[in-house]
T-cell receptor, first 114, second 115 residues
Framework: DGGITQSPKYLFRKEGQNVTLSCEQNLNHDAMYWYRQDPGQGLRLIYY???????QKGDIAEGYSVSREKKESFPLTVTSAQKNPTAFYLC?????????????FGDGTRLSIL | SQELEQSPQSLIVQEGKNLTINCTSS?????LYWYKQKYGEGLIFLMM?????EEKSHEKITAKLDEKKQQSSLHITASQPSHAGIYLCGADIPDTNNAGNMLTFGGGTRLMVKP
């Protein structure tokens, strides 16, 4: 079945450590997105990529980095510069980066600080 | 203030009752999406509305977009425990430096259905 796979489901970070969240899709979608969700709040866009080897900052990119070397993969690194990383992270993809294309989501990764 | 306001923030209904969730913007929306999320899981796409006055239904869930394309409602008929979860609206809002398919989301409505 086609879909979006995020791993791991739970992740713990020590102070000063970088961690990488994986997002893989086999839907042949061009566009991919990373969102952050805090308790009781909606989603906020961290980074997005409309095509391979290209990505753009979203609303809250500080302290995060991404790469898009393959169409299927869009990993997110939470760096030590992100002072409040505890949140639920969601990856999404859409057929293209043009408007009016529904985004489809993975099951999320919950990141906590040790 | 959020660009997309959802109301109510939470809702508890008795099984079998109808309910409505609203999503409102001060700007005209290019596209409006409804998603459902179970706690700790990803978002499930429900429906997309693009045209003013558009209405779509799937099983017992109906979504409408008003003529001005500034407000959408999600109506559930004869609610069941399986309808419980968080409902989020997302929209393509113009004039937000949006060069593509970036969505702005409302804060979500947490629905509980009592058996």
């Amino acid at each position: 079945d086609g879909g979006i796979t995020q791993s791991p489901k739970y992740l713990f970070r020590k102070e000063g450590q970088n961690v990488t969240l994986s997002c893989e899709q086999n839907l042949n979608h061009d566009a991919m997105y990373w969102y952050r969700q805090d308790p009781g709040q909606g989603l906020r866009l961290i980074y997005y990529s409309q095509i391979v080897n290209d990505f753009q900052k979203g609303d809250i990119a500080e302290g995060y980095s991404v790469s898009r070397e393959k169409k299927e993969s869009f990993p997110l690194t939470v760096t030590s510069a992100q002072k409040n990383p505890t949140a639920f992270y969601l990856c999404a993809s859409s057929i293209s980066g043009y408007p009016n294309q529904p985004q489809h989501f993975g099951d999320g990764t919950r990141l906590s600080i040790l | 203030s959020q660009e997309l306001e959802q109301s109510p923030q939470s809702l508890i209904v008795q099984e079998g009752k109808n309910l409505t969730i609203n999503c409102t913007s001060s700007k005209t929306l290019y596209g409006l999406y409804w998603y459902k999320q179970k706690y700790g899981e990803g978002l499930i796409f429900l429906m997309m509305l693009q045209k003013g006055g558009e209405e779509k239904s799937h099983e017992k869930i109906t979504a409408k977009l008003d003529e001005k394309k500034q407000q959408s409602s999600l109506h559930i008929t004869a609610s069941q425990p399986s309808h419980a979860g968080i409902y989020l609206c997302g929209a393509d809002i113009p004039d937000t430096n949006n060069a593509g398919n970036m969505l702005t989301f409302g804060g979500g409505t947490r629905l509980m259905v009592k058996p």
